[in-house]
């Protein structure tokens, strides 16, 4: 059992990203049943989930004459803009309903400002907007962040890598996460995480140790 000095961040485990859902991240309702049981190796586990306005600045639909995938620059920089998807209180917004997380303790909520983006469970897409999650994980005497879910290249990749920026040890439990890899997102996402010192681990691994 991974004791107070660790967490489990569970990162967007929502409809909208499984098969099916409106920006399905592929095969990624296979590794429900694994964050469960990887979840249940942990005291202390955070759930995140994209929860943004129908008028969200991130969605192709709200920019005149744009598509999907296509990019744009707003006030912060470069935005991908994706497919209408988690808008708050719809059914593709909620966790999946094969989750089975009971002890979770906190679930941030991000992107619920129309004109800010935000990957990462600590810092908005403005890249000054904390969530509060490094405050709160701080207090609670935190030091290792143990990340899985969706999608390894967006909300997973920024959340390992804000979390080592915060200070923090930063594993990324591989195979527990499924990924988006839009024009070879994926494979920078590896570089960045490598670069920062995010260490990398096999469920099966960790699954033995705890
Ligand atoms: C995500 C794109 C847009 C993610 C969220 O959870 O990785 N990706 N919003
Ligand atoms: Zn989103």
């Given at each position: 059992m991974k004791g107070p000095?660790?967490?489990l961040l569970v990162v967007d485990m929502q409809n909208d990203f499984m098969p099916g859902g409106a920006l399905a991240v592929p095969n990624g309702d296979e590794i429900v049943p694994l964050v469960n049981r990887l979840a249940a190796g942990f005291e202390?586990?955070?759930?995140?989930?994209?929860?943004?306005p129908s008028d969200h600045r991130s969605f192709a639909a709200n920019h005149e004459g744009r598509r999907p995938f296509e990019r744009v620059t707003l006030g912060y920089g470069e935005q991908v803009l994706w497919?209408?998807?988690c808008v708050q209180d719809t059914p593709g917004a909620a966790l999946h309903e094969g989750l089975r997380i009971p002890h979770a303790r906190l679930l941030i909520r991000k992107g619920y400002r129309r004109d800010v983006d935000s990957y990462s469970a600590f810092l908005e897409a403005d890249r000054k907007t904390p969530t509060g999650l490094a405050g709160y994980l701080h207090e609670h005497g935190v030091e290792h962040v143990w990340c899985c879910g969706l999608a390894t290249d967006y909300c997973v990749a920024?959340?390992?890598l804000d979390a080592r920026a915060a200070g923090f040890d930063v594993t990324v439990i591989e195979d527990a996460c499924r990924a988006i890899d839009l024009d070879g997102s994926l494979a920078r996402a590896w570089r960045q995480l490598d670069a920062a010192g995010v260490m990398r681990i096999g469920s099966e691994r960790l699954l033995t140790e705890t």
């Open positions: 000095g660790d967490v202390h586990v955070v759930l995140t989930q994209d929860w943004h497919p209408v998807h920024w959340s390992a």
